[in-house]
């Protein structure tokens, strides 16, 4: 059983800058690997970023490629989300979620097992 809780979220201007966290609960997150998802209103939720258990592999989505860094410390049980250069049309809600499914499944957010509650992130232009 793993528990996610993110935080970070809030108000930036666009060009600006925020770090979301996610903390997990459970002796074996690091066989987790950790996405992030976003769903704006009216939107379906959409794959951000992802990062292994090991943090060898990574993989973020087009639109965040270059702006966005995802990174863990397994020892403290925590994923970060950088996002640097933000847009209007990043504003959602970011969710974090851990998964043991094979790697190539990292787009598909049915495979993941756990959920966070989400953090809100606004961009103001």
């Known amino acids: 059983q793993v528990q996610l809780v993110e935080s970070g979220g809030g108000l930036v201007l666009a060009g600006g800058s925020l770090r979301l966290s996610c903390a997990a609960s459970g002796r074996t997150f690091s066989n987790y690997r950790i996405g992030w998802f976003r769903q704006a209103p009216g939107k379906e939720r959409e794959f951000v970023a992802t990062i292994s258990g090991s943090s060898i592999l990574t993989s973020y989505a087009d639109s965040v490629k270059g702006r966005f860094t995802i990174s863990r410390d397994n020892a403290k049980n925590t994923v970060h989300l950088q996002m640097n250069s933000l847009k209007p049309e990043d504003a959602a809600v970011y969710y974090c979620?851990?998964?043991?499914?094979?790697?190539?499944?990292?787009?598909?957010?049915?495979?993941?097992?756990?959920w966070g509650q989400g953090t809100q992130v606004t961009v103001s232009s």
């Open positions: 979620a851990a998964s043991r499914m094979p790697w190539n499944t990292y787009v598909d957010n049915k495979l993941y097992d756990y």
